[in-house]
């Protein structure tokens, strides 16, 4: 440890030693590229490096990875493991990689206007293997039909560092994980009705040689009967803070400009500008964004724990704020599909719904207009879900078996859009503070698109 911390020391002295100065003098191709060692690295923690020291030789320089290699000389994936930034040359260890524990070199290309050099050998780094730690599944909700014996998950994120051996501790009569991947499968065909569909939540353990890890509720997989429709979307969000929304495959974007739009039999108009109506971080909350935010949850089999779910609060101030979904592809789905949300509403002030308004749209993706997504032209499907949400519990505990029953609905996604590529947008509306204050949440709970 001492010896670690001893390198560390000494490569950064040798780096402060080549001053800017010195650098600035000498013109020619790029030479002396010093990184400072690295100590103590933990697979799957994220890590940068110091600004290396180089002589750039005038002017600006790029730096790029050329190879990574491990002790056995063999070639490291660089992508999924490590990136740099081009214009300093600091080096970043991605979380959630997948190095396994052992010894890595970098070759690293250093580029100016004379010539590339590429400097071998330039920064070695031992990664050590730790208990497993943050396993998660992305995405974590699945659905498949009982006779699809070809279903299987994506493979688990992990820290740590193995190889690990995962294990799955309930559901084995229907279910059966790869013990070197983590992806889960059928283990048989599942009977169950046409019109049926069985939710399973299944807890996964994952242990290497310094320890396990094992997570209940870490994955949901719906069984379905023949004539349910697959889950095709499900959006899902991380908690948001106040460099992110924290969504993951959903989009948070305003409009600004004029609106019009039929209030209590009224058409009004509006201009919402990027100044007052734009999305802001206040404390520990988005207002006027859509962002995750975290929340006691009760769980159908009563167990009580916590969710996250993708919430809107305008703030007393006008604005129109698209949640959109990514990409979704019904190119193979012709039958059937439909939008499938649920959610709760919150009253503050006195806020009422004829102002405060959440739709549903649609639009195919060869309409979109990619430098501004809400100025297209979406089909508004339903003008204002939102009083078919459920009401915010007055105790905070959200219950999910309330959301199943009172607070879900289905929309039907017109025929004119199977077998294309959409985007599916939640859209709320608050509008004309002379009807009632602005201060209406909306928190949703789910996002989906189902399709046969």
């Not at 190879?67 to 063999?74: A, I, P, Q, Y």
């Not at 294990?167 to 994980?177: G, R, S, Y």
């Not at 039929?262 to 500008?273: A, F, P, Q």
Request: glycine share 8%; with cysteine; net charge negative.
């Amino acid at each position: 440890m001492k010896k670690n911390y001893f390198s560390i020391f000494l490569s950064l002295w040798i780096l402060s030693s080549c001053t800017q100065e010195k650098v600035e003098q000498y013109v020619g191709q790029p030479k002396d590229l010093r990184y400072a060692g690295v100590a103590d690295y933990k697979c799957g923690d994220f890590f940068t490096t110091y600004q290396p020291s180089v002589f750039v030789g005038g002017g600006e320089a790029e730096f790029k990875i050329t190879n990574v290699v491990n002790t056995s000389g063999e070639e490291i994936e660089v992508t999924n493991n490590f990136s740099i930034d081009p214009g300093n040359g600091v080096i970043s260890f991605l979380e959630y990689n997948n190095l396994l524990p052992g010894e890595y070199t970098f070759d690293i290309a250093v580029t100016n206007a004379i010539a590339e050099v590429n400097f071998q050998n330039v920064l070695s780094f031992e990664a050590h293997q730790a208990e497993p730690s943050g396993l998660y599944y992305l995405p974590n909700l699945y659905s498949t039909y009982g006779t699809n014996m070809e279903f299987s998950t994506a493979f688990p994120n992990v820290k740590g560092g193995g190889p690990y051996t995962y294990k799955l501790n309930n559901h084995t009569d229907v279910f059966t994980i790869d013990a070197t991947t983590g992806s889960i499968h059928l283990a048989k065909e599942y009977t169950i009705g046409d019109d049926e569909f069985k939710e399973f939540k299944l807890d996964v353990a994952v242990e290497n040689a310094q320890g396990e890890q094992m997570q209940e509720s870490i994955m949901d997989i719906e069984v379905l009967g023949a004539n349910i429709g697959q889950l095709i979307f499900h959006g899902i969000a991380i908690k948001g803070d106040s460099e992110s929304y924290g969504l993951q495959n959903l989009t948070s974007n305003n409009y600004y400009g004029t609106v019009t739009k039929e209030l209590s039999g009224e058409e009004y108009t509006t201009v919402l500008n990027d100044s007052t109506h734009n999305p802001k971080f206040v404390g520990e909350t988005w207002r006027r964004a859509w962002a995750g935010q975290v929340f006691p949850y009760q769980q159908e089999d009563g167990v009580i724990t916590e969710r996250v779910l993708v919430a809107y609060w305008s703030d007393s101030e006008e604005s129109r704020s698209f949640l959109a979904t990514e990409t979704v592809d019904l190119t193979n789905y012709t039958t059937d599909a439909y939008i499938e949300t649920s959610g709760l509403w919150r009253y503050s002030g006195g806020a009422e719904h004829v102002n405060q308004h959440l739709s549903v749209a649609i639009i195919d993706v060869t309409e979109l207009d990619e430098g501004s997504p809400v100025a297209s032209e979406w089909e508004i499907l339903e003008n204002d879900i939102s009083d078919r949400f459920i009401q915010f519990p007055t105790d905070g505990l959200i219950k999910e078996i309330d959301l199943k029953l009172n607070g879900s609905l289905e929309v039907q996604i017109p025929e004119k859009y199977l077998g294309k590529q959409i985007q599916v947008a939640l859209i709320a509306d608050f509008l004309n503070p002379e009807i009632g204050a602005l201060t209406r949440r909306f928190y949703v709970h789910e996002l989906q698109v189902r399709a046969k």
